[in-house]
Structures are given as structure tokens and as C-alpha cells.
């Protein structure tokens, strides 16, 4: 089970990088555009952050097969070949997909919304999928069960493409589509810093400092 940061904010990047096992980063155009910086230059000093063994998923915009491919040349030779080219769902799509996997290229399909476009994508020979859980459910569709949809479909006629589920708007979907076997995920700053606090812990901590001291005096380490 993976988890990347879904954010381009290089300064919490390198911060979370420091202190969590993290697998990689993932964009998108909007999230670039978000942090206003020339976007080329955030990429490249997000993979100077997480170095060149961990993935980087950066996004075309290009619309047809020909431009698509352009761009993801252009990307490769900037970030290196460990960075998934992140290409939408769109008919033209699909055939970059299939001609980057026949080149080597890594890919992985993104603005998924159902089991049958990830099918597909699987097919052109994506390497993931991203299935948008929260935009699912705020069509009221369920988002869960769309990547629970997809794994089971990959499990069942042995795709090696794997379901990357983003999107999150909270840590119940995140528990959710790990226990319906996504085979990754990509979490916002926000999620990510939920899912790994808890109130209980800090009082834990808190108290286990109180109690010490109380006894051994402030300052008094285990040493
Ligand atoms: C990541 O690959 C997606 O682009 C991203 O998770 C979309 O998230 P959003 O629905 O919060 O914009």
C-alpha cells in the first residue's frame, strides 16, 4: 500500500519527507497553478526533494495523442524516467497511453470516474489508475466502490496496472479504499496531516511527561 502527497507545496513536501515514509507526489494542472510559481520549476525542486527512486506524477494538458506525447518527452527529460506521465481519460488519451507504454513510458490515467474507463486505460497499458473518490461522491455516486470496482476487475483478469485512488476529502475514504485494496493512494496536506494525529496521543505523550517529571524532575532524560 502506497501513499503519495497530492500537493506541489515543495516546503511541506520536504517536511513530511523528512518525517514519514512516503512513495512519491502527484499534480495536477490545477495544483500547480494554485501555487502560482513557474511550474517547471516546482517539479524539478519537488524531485530534487524526494530524489530520483521515488514517483513523481506530473500532467499533460495537451488534448490529442500528438501533443500529449510532446509534452511527456518534455517531462522526462526535466524529471527524470521515474515520473508517470499523468494523462486524462479522453479518447485521444487512451492512444497517448498506448503509444507511451509501447515506448517504456510509465503512465497513469487520470479524471477516472468509472470501472469501465479504467478498464480501458488498463488496456492502453497505464500503469495506474486514478479513480477521483471525493468528485464520485459528490455526484453522489460512491466513490469507495468505484476503486473497490476497479481492483476487483485488475485482481480478476490479472492486470499488473495499479489503482492509484485520489481525490480525498477525509480519512474515512482513505481507510475505506485501503480496505477495498487500492493499491495506493494520494493524499492533500490536510488529509495526510489527519491521518496520522490523534488527539489520545498527544494526551498520552503529555501525560507521560507530567508523570515523569513529576518524579525525576523537568528536563530529566532517559539517559
Ligand atoms: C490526483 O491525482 C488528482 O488530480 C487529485 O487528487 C484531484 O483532487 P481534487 O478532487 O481534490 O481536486
Known amino acids: 500500500m502506497k501513499i503519495l502527497l497530492d500537493t506541489a507545496n515543495a516546503a511541506y513536501i520536504k517536511k513530511i519527507n523528512d518525517l514519514f515514509p512516503i512513495d512519491g507526489v502527484t499534480t495536477n494542472p490545477s495544483i500547480l497553478a494554485k501555487n502560482g510559481k513557474p511550474f ?28 500529449i506525447l510532446v509534452e511527456a518527452d518534455y517531462l522526462i527529460s526535466k524529471l527524470g524516467a521515474n515520473t508517470f506521465i499523468k494523462i486524462p481519460v479522453i479518447p485521444e488519451g487512451y492512444k497517448a497511453m498506448r503509444l507511451l507504454h509501447e515506448k517504456g513510458v510509465k503512465v497513469t490515467a487520470t479524471a477516472v470516474f468509472t470501472a469501465q474507463q479504467a478498464l480501458m486505460a488498463a488496456r492502453a497499458g497505464a500503469n495506474y489508475v486514478a479513480p477521483y473518490v471525493n468528485r464520485i461522491d459528490n455526484i453522489s455516486g460512491d466513490g469507495v466502490q468505484v476503486v473497490a470496482d476497479i481492483a476487483h476487475i485488475f485482481e480478476s483478469f490479472g492486470f499488473a496496472t495499479e489503482v492509484l485512488a485520489a481525490s480525498f476529502k477525509n480519512v474515512d475514504q ?17 488529509v495526510f496531516d489527519s491521518l496520522t494525529k490523534h488527539p489520545l496521543t498527544d494526551w498520552s505523550v503529555n501525560k507521560f511527561v507530567e508523570d515523569w517529571e513529576a518524579v525525576y524532575g523537568k528536563g530529566t532524560k532517559v539517559s
Open 174 to 190: 482513505v481507510q475505506k479504499c485501503c480496505l477495498v485494496k487500492a493499491h495506493a493512494v494520494t493524499v492533500s496536506e490536510d
Open 40 to 67: 517547471m520549476e516546482v517539479l524539478q525542486e519537488i524531485r530534487s526533494i524526494i530524489g530520483p527512486d521515488r514517483t513523481l506524477h506530473a500532467q499533460v494538458i495537451s488534448q490529442t495523442a500528438e501533443e
